[in-house]
């Protein structure tokens, strides 16, 4: 076995490390506007739903250079965005997105991508995807030493491309959704192995309400 200590890393090398580690990663497409109008699109590997009742999702959005990335500013400012579910035809323009623009700059029109009003918030949503996920900000928490931070999102309208919803879930296998591995890897579902369900508690409302969401100063 090889034993790596975390001091001994550095944290560009801690992050090459960690992504290798969790892997496949679902990817969030992620679409917000900037006070200026401008639609900016991003994707974040680090990315899972984190409630039911409300449905909420959860992604990890770090910094460049100390600062907050297009995405992480907008979403504080406006407090609304879009998650978009990319399938295994979008990689490249998924890939691409990732390229650091100055703000002004849309990523959307550098990729030729069609847009449309979302119906709850007033950021755009791309039409290409087959899972657009309308949210707005839940909460904000910082992490570790270089600024990251974990948003949490409330999804306010899911739209699914026609037929992908059966029986209350989503057909994965027509979706197609592409995952994110180490380095500039990406994969698709591969072999997918179907297993009898097992009975499982009907999920329920907890007697106690949540608490609020505590929402941290922006800085």
């Known amino acids: 076995m090889t034993t790596v200590l975390p001091g001994s890393l550095t944290p560009e090398q801690t992050y090459r490390l960690l992504t290798g580690v969790v892997v496949p990663r679902p990817i969030a497409w992620v679409s917000t506007l900037s006070a200026d109008g401008v639609v900016n699109l991003a994707p974040f590997s680090c990315f899972t739903f984190v409630s039911n009742s409300p449905p909420m999702l959860g992604i990890n959005v770090g910094r460049k250079a100390g600062q907050r990335k297009d995405t992480g500013r907008n979403i504080h400012d406006r407090g609304e965005y879009v998650v978009h579910i990319p399938d295994e035809s979008m990689i490249e323009a998924v890939h691409l997105s990732a390229i650091e623009h100055p703000p002004t700059t849309s990523e959307i029109k550098v990729l030729g991508l069609e847009t449309t009003d979302s119906e709850l918030v007033t950021v755009p949503r791309l039409t290409c995807a087959a899972i657009a996920l309308e949210c707005r900000l839940h ?39 592409i995952a994110r591995l180490g380095g500039p890897n990406y994969a698709g579902l591969g072999t997918v192995t179907t297993i009898t369900a097992i009975e499982q508690t009907p999920k329920s409302i907890m007697a106690e309400a949540a608490p609020p969401p505590r929402r941290p100063p922006t800085q």
């Open 139 to 177: 909460s904000v928490t910082a992490y570790g030493h270089t600024g990251a931070e974990f948003i949490v999102g409330e999804v306010v309208a899911f739209h699914m491309r026609e037929g992908l919803l059966r029986n209350g879930k989503i057909n994965t296998t027509e979706l197609a959704p």
